[in-house]
């Protein structure tokens, strides 16, 4: 497992003080669709069409800084490998995702039958958080001429699960700023989901964890 920082920020400007919420997303579907394409599209602020990369091995992660709506966000993404479909992906790797992304490849049908029937299935037994903002992302619409899942079919799917849907480009990065962007806005709009990423939040929790171990030191040493 491998930790990143891209997308122009200094390293030294991810510290406690320095966003307002962290949000924990994940990126699922079978192995090819390009989920490793999408987040480095995402990441890189490089205007060139994005090149051939390798499959993931295990599960990689990202960290993106994003302002949206005057509020800074850190983003921590978690890039799996498409052959965890086969059974090693724990309930640990769900557990307090704030947002996941189900990819398929437009051009690949048993990707999208795949998301139904496996991937969607295994959010369902493990994503923890209830209010978890969930975005179907058909990946590959350059190649639109081998096209073998209509824009219906993906729409129709995003509603059975309450998804947001996109269709994007990794190649030329067509909508994935904008898919990235709204997952973030829709995290935003759960108050929920919004104080478990606060950071003022969790220094709140920390404050009072200190203070009660305190008051307990005190009183056995009286
Ligand atoms: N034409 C086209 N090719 C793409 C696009 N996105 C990814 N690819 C290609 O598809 C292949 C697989 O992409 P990856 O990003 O490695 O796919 P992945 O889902 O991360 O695969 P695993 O890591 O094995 O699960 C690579 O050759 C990419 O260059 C896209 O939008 N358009
Ligand atoms: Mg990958």
């Keep these: 497992m491998s930790g990143e920082i891209k997308g122009g920020w200094k390293r030294s400007q991810i510290s406690p003080t320095s966003y307002d919420y962290s949000f924990k997303i994940l990126v699922i579907g079978d192995s090819g669709v390009g989920k490793s394409s999408l987040l480095l599209s995402f990441i890189s602020s490089s205007d ?21 709506e005057g509020k ?22 769900y557990r307090g995702a704030h947002g996941i992304i189900l990819v398929y490849d437009v051009t690949r049908r048993e990707t999208f ?20 903002v969930k975005i179907l992302v058909g990946n590959k ?8 899942v209509t824009v219906e079919e993906g729409m129709a799917l995003a509603k059975a ?5 996109y269709e994007c480009s990794a190649r030329t990065r067509a909508n994935v ?46």
Aim: with cysteine; glycine share 4%.
């Design 48 to 68: 060139h069409p994005l090149q051939h990369i390798s499959p993931t091995i295990g599960v990689d992660f990202k960290m993106k800084m994003l302002a949206v």
């Design 72 to 93: 800074r966000l850190k983003l921590t993404i978690w890039d799996t490998a498409g052959q965890e479909r086969f059974g090693t992906l724990t309930s640990s790797y």
């Design 113 to 132: 039958t795949n998301l139904s029937e496996i991937w969607a299935r295994e959010v369902d037994l493990y994503s923890t958080n209830p209010d978890c």
């Design 141 to 148: 619409v350059d190649r639109d001429v081998e096209r073998a």
């Design 161 to 165: 699960h309450g998804c947001l849907f």
């Design 177 to 222: 700023q904008q898919c990235f962007k709204d997952l973030s806005l829709k995290i935003l709009d759960k108050p929920g989901l919004l104080e478990q990423g606060s950071v003022v939040v969790k220094r709140q929790i920390l404050k009072e964890k200190q203070l009660s171990e305190k008051k307990r030191s005190d009183n056995c040493c009286s």
